[in-house]
């Protein structure tokens, strides 16, 4: 918490989006127009998103004053609803020693705290509270179908945050889709209402807008900012390096270890010590390896990384939604270490120095 709340008002406020964002912010309070943003009084077509980080903004600037403490107290206060709420589903899905793990994992990912984050007057804290919120809403849904309406908001609160960055949520949804049919248990219903859910998240604002100057910010949103951007960077050619995200994800010590304790894991649970086949078949063992929750865990962090880098984007900050399911898996992983060392000869003492080692 030190790390989220403790030195908000001391850094200098980016010159670029933080700053635009806390102007708008600031002369939507003063024209008393939640709905429609300015930028030095003129309607603004640079920042072409929904309101909803405005709003809350604007709320951070009512408690704290109009101070960079008021206009990045709306993002801790999402990074810390993150974790918390993470660390609430872990417990509950996996055990106490995922939970731990995650809970230092989670800290330690210096990306998350920087740029754009969870110390930043940006939107992306509460995109990547949005995003995967409605992830683990779509796996609750195997079990009661009624979570996919959740689901449905969720989509729709992250649309008003990031605007089209959201529909990377309907693309793993869809991709998630096949596991969730095998289970029988949502009806053509419970997505109908999970579609309205999203529609009600939205509509309030679509209204007004669209009296405002009909869709004409639609347009710059859709034409300008997402897809212009998209075509740049595939113009580009060689300017955007498509492994850019790799180099990012890399360069962070923390998503070292994830991955070296996800590729361990998964070794182990395919192989005994002894080298021997642990099943039968490879087929049996990846069965039993991938459960429901693993795999939305992979396509999450596939999809994201993998759309941005296939489009060239170079903005570190669209992929931070991929680092949430990234320190979920590596604290299952680290989990399984644990326990395979606690099964060998003076096992406890090796899981204990293990479960020691990760946390610090």
């Not at 100057?213 to 710059?220: A, E, H, L, S």
């Not at 498509?242 to 991955?259: G, N």
């Not at 894991?265 to 002894?274: A, D, G, K, M």
Request: with cysteine; charged share 10%.
């Amino acid at each position: 918490f030190t790390a989220l709340f403790g030195v908000l008002g001391r850094p200098p406020v980016n010159s670029t989006d933080e700053a635009c964002h806390g102007i708008n912010a600031y002369e939507m309070m003063r024209s008393d127009n939640i709905w429609i943003n300015t930028l030095k009084h003129e309607t603004d077509y640079y920042n072409t998103k929904p309101p909803l980080m405005l709003w809350l903004i604007m709320t951070g600037y009512k408690i704290c004053g109009f101070t960079p403490l008021g206009m990045r107290l709306p993002s801790a206060i999402a990074g810390m609803i993150l974790f918390l709420g993470c660390c609430t589903f872990i417990i509950k899905r996996y055990g106490r020693i995922q939970t731990l793990l995650f809970a230092s994992f989670l800290p330690a990912c210096t990306q998350l705290f920087r740029f754009h984050m969870m110390r930043s007057g940006d939107m992306d804290a509460l995109y990547t509270l949005c995003f995967s919120a409605a992830m683990l809403c779509l796996f609750l849904s195997l079990e009661n179908p009624w979570w996919i309406l959740l689901y449905g908001l969720c989509f729709g609160l992250a649309f008003m945050t990031k605007s089209t960055h959201a529909a990377l949520i309907l693309v793993i949804g869809i991709l998630f889709l096949p596991v969730m049919i095998r289970r029988h248990l949502l009806k053509p219903l419970h997505y109908i209402l999970s579609a309205l859910a999203a529609v009600a998240a939205v509509l309030p604002w679509a209204i007004h807008r669209l009296s405002f100057d009909g869709t004409k910010f639609f347009y710059y949103m859709i034409f300008g900012e997402t897809l212009g951007r998209v075509s740049n960077n595939v113009s580009s050619g060689s300017d955007s390096d498509p492994l850019a995200y790799a180099a990012q994800l890399v360069h962070e010590p923390v998503c070292d270890i994830a991955f070296v304790l996800i590729a361990v894991s998964v070794i182990l649970r395919l192989f005994v010590f002894t080298g021997r086949p642990l099943h039968s078949e490879v087929k049996a063992a990846l069965r039993q390896t991938i459960t429901p929750m693993r795999l939305l865990l992979i396509i999450w962090f596939t999809v994201v990384v993998g759309a941005y880098s296939v489009v060239k984007a170079s903005l570190c900050w669209y992929i931070y939604p991929a680092y949430i399911p990234l320190m979920i898996m590596a604290a299952d992983a680290g989990a399984d270490l644990i326990k395979c060392c606690g099964a060998l000869r003076n096992g406890r003492i090796f899981s204990s120095l293990l479960m020691v080692s990760l946390t610090a």
